[in-house]
């Protein structure tokens, strides 16, 4: 586990999911994972390895999986030629479909699918076919009419009779847990919303009605961070999104982040995104379109 990195996306809680499309010439994002689902849709790059949990394929010209919460996965550029990759990767909240919402008959073969993905799923080439032009334009919708088409993507992807599993079943992320706690829900709702302020582990202690000491062990055994770093998540979190979205300084983005010194606003930055801000800034390319 330690060459994986965790992936700290720009998604916030105010969003439904998030489109990054792209035309390159190579893969250079490292062995990542990350809380959303993630459904990426490659074309025009034979040749490419793909690396899902402990599968590892070269692909084809035309490529989509989805990937579950917490699964490591990365495409690497391998034996692929082309000069022009496609990429459209969209990421959504594991919680945007709601457990209960899930069950109703309805929705029972997106349900099944979604289960299915915390190990990686390809689709066949017929059913990429039917829909990766769909994928291609999802970003020309707006508002609700883009989560309605989201939904209807998944629902067709997900009575594909032809999707086959990627990683092994006894193959597993030991970074994955499940919270399952209204505590901690409560404590992530307040970070989600106050980042940009000072927050201390005694007014989240205060907030979920236990002591400090006891919060403290609480959040690290419940996520496998401790507050400081759950927090620190959160706000480069938000300050990657900025990175993205406006044209503020990396200064005046660390500080609406909630970090009061940039030396260390850099250096935690570069330890989870493997580059400094600037340089995140600068290799952007592409467009990331959040709904």
């Known amino acids: 586990m330690n060459n994986i990195i965790k992936e700290i996306t720009p998604l916030t809680q105010n969003d439904c999911f998030t489109i990054f499309s792209r035309v390159k010439q190579d893969f250079d994002f490292p062995l990542h994972f990350h809380e959303e689902f993630e459904l990426n849709l490659i074309l025009n790059a034979p040749g490419a390895k793909r690396i899902v949990g402990d599968n590892i394929e070269e692909i084809t010209d035309m490529e989509l999986v989805l990937v579950g919460p917490n699964l ?3 495409w690497t550029t391998h034996n692929c030629k082309s000069e022009e990759i496609t990429e459209v990767t969209i990421q959504w909240h594991k919680d945007l479909f709601d457990d209960k919402m899930l069950r109703r008959n ?18 066949p080439r017929e059913t990429i076919e039917k829909v990766y032009k769909r994928i291609l334009d999802i970003n020309q919708l707006q508002g609700f009419d883009s989560v309605l088409e989201l939904m209807s ?10 999707m086959r599993v990627l990683s092994d079943a006894t193959f ?19 970070m989600n919303a ?10 989240l202690a205060k907030l979920v009605s236990m002591a400090e000491i006891s919060f403290s062990r609480f959040i690290k055994k419940r996520t496998g961070n401790t507050f400081i770093d759950s927090l620190n998540e959160i706000r480069l979190g938000h300050a990657t999104r900025m990175l993205i979205e406006t ?29 400094t801000p600037k340089e995140f800034r600068e290799n952007f390319s592409g467009t990331r379109v959040f709904i």
Do not use: W
């Open 194 to 203: 106050n980042f940009d302020k000072p927050i201390t582990l005694k007014d």
């Open 153 to 162: 993507i998944l629902h067709d992807l997900s009575t594909s009779k032809s």
């Open 72 to 74: 490591s996965h990365v």
């Open 106 to 123: 309805q929705l029972s073969f997106i349900r099944k699918m979604f289960e299915r993905s915390v190990r990686g799923i390809l689709f």
């Open 247 to 275: 044209t503020h300084s990396v200064a005046e983005i660390s500080y609406n982040c909630g970090f009061n010194n940039i030396s260390n606003f850099n250096r935690l930055f570069k330890k989870k995104k493997h580059c």
């Open 172 to 190: 597993n992320n030991d970074q994955v847990l499940n919270y399952n706690s209204r505590r901690i829900d409560k404590a992530f709702e307040f």
